[in-house]
DNA sequence: AATGAATGAGGTTTCATTCAT
DNA sequence: GATGAATGAAACCTCATTCAT
């Protein structure tokens, strides 16, 4: 594949800040991670902060995308959320490096960033919350989408600790979770 | 009080750690609020690093230390459980600003503080682990430990977010999750 | 002329160094002398360190290798010397400067320099001795390398005492004093 | 033995000089080495440059006085100019430490240090031309207290590469050189 | 569009010196 | 005399950003 060079520097910029971080990327990480000069990085993008926010809210878009449709999927809860925690895994999974941005990295970098981080998992929880309080009273729902979205982040981040859990194994365990909590809540 | 210039140090680094984060906090910073010269920060630590690391290392021990007298304790997995989680809840209330900084800032600032935070994290999560296997099979453990972990990280997020949020009102929605949870688990 | 920056900062180092001493010369000073700014520095040089040990290996190297070509020159033991030591002078008495890091700031800055500088002597004493055993015992040889070579810095250092020396004058004390030794050794 | 405070800081002090340099001592290392507190050094020596200019002065005005008194003392070149490189080479190799300090590291200091060396150096180089004057002229006298000075700051120097060199071996190493010249300038 | 040398603000760190006890 | 914590000036070094080509 040809990329252009504003998705060479992406790309680079994606692996730098999923490995090193946001502080420990340079910008001369990146360009000569993508094999262009310094200064071609600054006709495409405005700053580090500039091209890292273009990869946060990609990922973000894509996840609250995939997550949104099910508030308008018919069906009993324990599917509906089956099938959104699948999807769910299968975006971040797919996505593990800008995943890891978004969950591990935005906290840590300054106040504007951690005001953005509190909005957007803030609208990933609220999307959460609306399909299940098509099903549950609002106190249940707002519990159950805390349960169901800390859960997911713990199992990513168990995923990013050994390296070699699948896909298909983090699943597993999250339908053991999701029947614990279907049977809970009855 | 009279606090001892490390102390000072320590204090000032703390707050300013949690308010701005690591990267935006600078010795200068540190210093100026603490009220000494800048070269009486090297008298103390080694550098910033240094300060950063004494102070994870702190609050990580007293929470790991709170959470292991739970290992030998007696009783049903339900009120060991709301024991634990509130004892979790008290600690990690108490120390909002240390803990924002153990669990949102240490993964985004370089590759040794990774390996550091996920072995912490796992430590806490081995000590759920261990209550749980008590009670309940191997993989039932390791899906609850991360149900649980994930929730009160979760939760202490959202307490983060919305700032009024009392210990109380948090304890209430564990209380609700750890429910639904035993139900489940039955 | 027009010098590449690089080189703009090896003459405005080699300037400083011989005039004010290694220590007393700042990275600050020299980025000023050669008008460019501190972080161009950078671009060329890893440290003050760095920059020093380019120039010390320069002159070093000039020193050798016009003097090694006498090991194979043919000829009495007389006229081999005073040829080597006219070109000793000529060479010293031309890079002046450089001569007097070499020879006299070496020694004072740590202990790696320390290494580097007994390790460059011993090569040019060796160089000597080398070209002398071709006529002399290996004891003659070994003290006439260090009569001449100490006679030379010596030379060299009145030079810098008494500014006005010229490099005939120099010269002069130098067929003086190999004389007495040629007589000698018979 | 029980030094005075001030002699276990000269003592301290010699001893880091010679090993490590002027620039790469510090007053913590002195005053750690020394056993005594920080402060307490200032009671003493006003900075590290005064209790350097102590040590170097002292050398100095030892080998200038055992070098003098052959100013006076009668009978041929050849036995005084033997006695007096005796003496040279033993109250050196006595003070190794000291005289690496004066020889080797005045010079990379700074211009007030440089000026001094160039004063002391000359000192001595002039007692051997005054030695010298009384047998042979102005211009011989000259070159031959510059070889002979010259040879011996060489072989001194041999001796720092060569740690195992003895006294004894210098001596000579420096009978050799001096029945050259003695030779020669007949 | 692309280049990459040059910039300099802004941080970190060192260490000789002071001073209250 | 002795202490040693505190000082802060002065150095070093980094790296996001600019700009002439």
Chains 1, 2, 3, 4 share one sequence.
Do not use: W
Request: proline content about 1%.
């Amino acid at each position: 594949m040809n990329l252009s060079t504003k998705d060479k520097l992406l790309e680079a910029a994606k692996q730098l800040f999923s490995e090193k971080g946001y502080h420990e990327t340079k910008i001369s990480d990146i360009v000569s991670k993508a094999q262009v000069a310094q200064g071609t990085f600054y006709i495409y993008f405005k700053s580090k902060e500039d091209i890292f926010l273009q990869l946060i809210k990609k990922i973000h878009q894509e996840l609250l995308d995939r997550l949104s449709k099910y508030k308008e999927i018919s069906g009993n809860p324990q599917t509906i959320l089956t099938m959104l925690v699948e999807e769910f895994l299968e975006e971040v999974y797919k996505n593990r490096e800008l995943a890891q941005i978004f969950f591990g990295q935005l906290l840590g970098i300054n106040e504007e960033f951690r005001q953005l981080y509190i909005k957007k998992i803030s609208d990933i929880q609220q999307v959460l919350k609306d399909i299940l309080s098509r099903f549950y009273d609002e106190e249940s729902s707002a519990v159950l989408s805390a349960l169901i979205l800390g859960f997911l982040r713990q199992l990513f981040f168990n995923c990013l600790i050994e390296k070699n859990l699948t896909l298909d194994q983090m699943k597993r365990k999250a339908y053991i979770a999701l029947n614990i909590i279907d049977r809970g809540v009855c």
